[in-house]
């Protein structure tokens, strides 16, 4: 079994930046892939950004390249997604995905493990 637990949300203003963290916890050797997904009011869980367990390979959703940055750190397989340049429509429940397999890390389906949800909330 696996645990994610994100934190880092909060309230900022259009411009500023934040890090999210994912820790996770129980068998987390076996996590090929980690991703971070968001779900503004009133819309479906879309995708965000993702990175293999090599590290080397990342993904990243179109509104969020250039300004998002997905990293990992191998030593406690902790996942980073540091967000400058925040923007109103980046308003959203942030949540942390895993998945033991290497398939589709930009599809919502392809994870099996999800932690809580963390908000981050840019004003105008």
């Known amino acids: 079994q696996v645990q994610l637990v994100e934190s880092g949300g909060g309230l900022v203003q259009a411009g500023d930046s934040l890090r999210l963290a994912c820790a996770p916890s129980?068998?987390?050797?076996?996590?090929?892939?980690m991703g971070w997904f968001r779900q503004a009011p009133g819309k479906g869980r879309e995708f965000v950004a993702a990175i293999r367990r090599s590290s080397t390979t990342t993904y990243y959703a179109d509104p969020v390249k250039g300004r998002f940055t997905i990293s990992k750190d191998n030593a406690n397989n902790t996942v980073y997604l540091q967000m400058n340049s925040l923007k109103p429509e980046d308003t959203a429940v942030y949540y942390c995905a895993a998945d033991p397999t290497i398939w589709n890390p930009q599809v919502e389906g392809s994870y099996h493990y999800w932690g809580q949800g963390t908000q981050v909330t840019v004003s105008s």
């Open positions: 129980g068998r987390t050797f076996s996590m090929y892939k």
